[in-house]
């Protein structure tokens, strides 16, 4: 059991949030936008301090349901690692919280919505915008494998717009530290980005982040996942048994790439050899990307999310009466789930 303290966790103090809009529904609770009160120091002594309001997404977990799915170790990892991560590419977690019911996550607002949605309204991405979200997803594996996590749930479901128009990947409830050669025997992921070693319990790796950019990438330019069924045994018998089907007029390029990714054989799945990610680099497919010009953000995105109506200055103005005073009420709103009590309470003492 991984009950230990967390080191450096930053924590926030919830009295100055106010809950609202729900952004998205999780696992064990719900995302909500939020405002934030700040007290800033101002460096001339004259204006004393002053009060800010920034928006930020709070992930409220209900204690309870996570105890109840056995899944205290990976909320742990989530916690633990998450704010160890520093990427352009990735959603900044800012602070964490708890109090009997919930623990609660804040991170920076991203308000594009989710890539999800994106394909849902265009059916298929064009193969530029594909190339260009799939090097981003690229260089947060790079970035995370380097760091020597494993990130375990690739989809369009957990990779956020920013009103850049360039990605931030969300939700790291599968995050795990890995050792150059370690494997991990934990089933999980999402059935139809499940690499076939997960399935047949092989032990897996950071190759299985590999294989999952290589769904990625099919669904971004098709819509749809490759492999999919009701019945999740039969989709896992397809995964593993038969061959990844293409239809006609997919980009060559992009197939012969996700051919790779997604091979069976570890010993000749890229990103897992002997030149690492640069095979996927020095892939044909990316042969017009310059991924520094992508890192630092200096290609111009050919999609910009709409501008949101809940990044308006006037929204995020204080309303009349302390958030304080909406806490209780908030968080009753928020999490409706029974609170735990102390002496059976493992998250007590993580930070
Ligand atoms: N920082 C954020 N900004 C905006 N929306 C977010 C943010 N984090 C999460 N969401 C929304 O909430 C949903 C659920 O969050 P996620 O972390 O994926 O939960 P779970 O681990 O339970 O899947 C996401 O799919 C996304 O739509
Ligand atoms: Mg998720």
């Given at each position: 059991m991984s009950a230990t303290k967390i080191s450096d966790v930053p924590t926030f103090d919830l009295r100055n949030i106010e809950f609202m809009e729900l952004l998205g529904e999780g696992a064990f609770g719900k995302v909500r936008l939020v405002k934030q009160l700040s007290i800033i120091s101002t460096p001339n002594p004259e204006d004393g301090t002053r009060q800010e309001i920034q928006l930020g997404a709070v992930k409220i977990m209900s204690k309870q349901k996570i105890i109840d799915a056995q899944q205290v170790d990976h909320v742990y990892n989530e916690l633990s690692l998450q704010q160890q991560l520093k990427h352009p590419f990735i959603v900044n977690m800012k602070g964490v919280q708890q109090d009997s019911r919930s623990l609660y996550m804040l991170m920076e607002y991203v308000d594009g919505g989710e890539i999800f949605k994106l394909i849902n309204k265009l059916g298929r991405l064009p193969a530029s915008l594909a190339r260009f979200y799939t090097a981003q997803m690229v260089l947060c594996f790079e970035y995370l494998h380097s760091k020597?996590?494993?990130?375990r749930d690739l989809k369009p479901e957990n990779v956020l717009i920013h009103q850049s128009g360039y990605l931030k990947l969300s939700d790291f409830g599968f995050i795990k530290r890995l050792g150059p050669q370690e494997r991990t025997y934990t089933i999980c992921g999402t059935a139809q980005y499940m690499a076939p070693e997960i399935i047949l319990n092989k032990g897996h790796g950071k190759a299985v982040d590999w294989y999952t950019l290589g769904i990625f990438l099919f669904e971004l330019l098709?819509?749809?996942?490759p492999f999919n069924h009701e019945e999740p045994l039969e989709m896992f018998r397809m995964i593993i048994q038969t061959k990844l089907k293409f239809p006609h007029g997919f980009d060559k390029a992009a197939k012969s790439l996700i051919r790779h990714l997604t091979d069976h054989d570890l010993s000749k799945r890229y990103g897992n050899l002997k030149f690492g990610v640069e095979d996927i680099k020095n892939h044909r497919f990316f042969r017009e990307t310059n991924f520094y010009q992508v890192i630092t953000q200096a290609v111009q995105p050919e999609y910009v999310p709409e501008?949101?109506?809940?990044?308006?200055?006037k929204y995020i103005m204080r309303q009349k009466g302390a958030p304080a005073r909406h806490i209780a009420e908030n968080n009753e709103r928020a999490n409706g789930s029974a609170p735990v009590k102390a002496e059976e309470d493992p998250f007590l003492k993580w930070f």
């Open positions: 020597g996590f494993v990130y098709e819509g749809v996942c501008e949101n109506p809940l990044r308006n200055k």
